[in-house]
């Protein structure tokens, strides 16, 4: 049964849609271009994803400027990012040099709404396993948990949470035949690529408002999970969820996890910055990111950037960026490549 705090945010997500209808307010998503995780080593980060997990170092730049102190709401930042690739899909990894951010929380938990993960598709779950437990990588889960059948659309899915150093969540995740995309099943690689970033959520409806009436992903699925596999997946004892898959046109998707036992989880730290390493932020490609941010805006989302920002140093790939929160305070990042309008 939901809450008074949810059906309140229920109705807020219906008036979030009506704004966004009265304000013709809809974005133009092209992609999900990246995750970007914030590091406090970089080198040390570009080690374990490439040593560990097989990505490739495609880049590194190092930035600095009133321009990127706009675009990321930083004052006096300098930092180092580097784009990690697996398979199709991609990873950034940015150190700030000044000022440095805050440490992953130590009490962080999986149904906390500052957690976000990677989930990374592997072609042998006991192999992958072994290969962490090789590398000492600290467990998140209990160990490797087999989704059970009695659940239609996750049944037979085998999945971890791990940490990475800095200790940000990560997932592997293995799909039985019938389930996930054909490339998935590939037996020429270890690691395959990136299927989704998932995201803890305080209601459903507001986030479908954002991820998909604003932004214009479409859902892919959902189901509602629970038991003693879901629970030791995500060590949190009682879970029960509301996953939603949300995709947008190209690139990985999002995948919303609702709590709806327990719902204990703190919600995020009002004053998170973006070189907080806890403030993991989602890349999408627009084809008119002043023009979306600004939608956003009137529409009652909150920014960060105080809309879009002319990047003038092309080494990190795009023109213009705006950083925007959803409604769990998750980040988000708009960019547009090629000549800004």
């Known amino acids: 049964m939901r809450t008074t705090n949810n059906l309140a945010a229920t109705v807020l997500a219906a008036a979030l849609v009506l704004a966004l209808a009265a304000t013709s307010a809809s974005a133009k998503i092209l992609a999900l271009d990246a995750v970007s995780i914030p590091v406090s080593d970089l080198d040390r980060s570009i080690a374990f994803y490439t040593g560990v997990l097989d990505f490739t170092k495609v880049s590194e730049v190092e930035v600095a400027g009133e321009e990127f102190e706009r675009s990321f709401g930083v004052f006096g930042m300098r930092a180092r990012i580097a784009r990690l690739r697996l398979g199709d899909e991609s990873l950034e990894l940015i150190q700030f040099l000044a000022p440095e951010g805050r440490p992953y929380p130590e009490d962080a938990r999986s149904n906390d709404r500052s957690f976000q993960h990677v989930a990374i598709i592997v072609s042998d779950m006991a192999k992958a396993y072994a290969r962490l437990r090789e590398h000492n990588v600290r467990h998140a889960s209990s160990g490797p948990q087999r989704l059970p059948d009695w659940n239609p659309n996750a049944g037979g899915i085998e999945a971890f949470y791990f940490k990475d150093p800095d200790g ?174």
């Open 168 to 341: 940000h969540p990560l997932e592997i995740l293995h799909f039985p035949e019938g389930k996930g995309a054909a490339k998935w099943h590939a037996k020429d690689r270890l690691f395959l690529g990136i299927d989704h970033t998932a995201i803890v959520i305080g209601d459903t409806g507001a986030s479908a408002a954002f991820y998909g009436a604003a932004l214009g992903m479409t859902k892919a699925g959902e189901s509602e999970n629970y038991g003693t596999e879901q629970a030791h997946l995500n060590n949190v004892f009682g879970a029960r969820l509301h996953i939603t898959a949300m995709r947008p046109p190209a690139g990985p998707g999002v995948e919303f996890l609702e709590y709806l036992a327990p719902r204990t989880g703190r919600k995020a730290a009002a004053d998170r910055q973006a070189n907080d390493l806890v403030a993991v932020t989602t890349v999408l490609v627009s084809d008119n990111a002043a023009g979306d941010a600004a939608a956003l805006e009137k529409a009652g989302y909150g920014d960060v950037s105080s809309g879009a920002v002319d990047i003038h140093d092309r080494a990190v790939g795009y023109a213009k960026a705006a950083t925007v929160q959803d409604p769990d305070g998750h980040f988000i990042r708009l960019v547009q490549k090629g000549d800004a309008k």
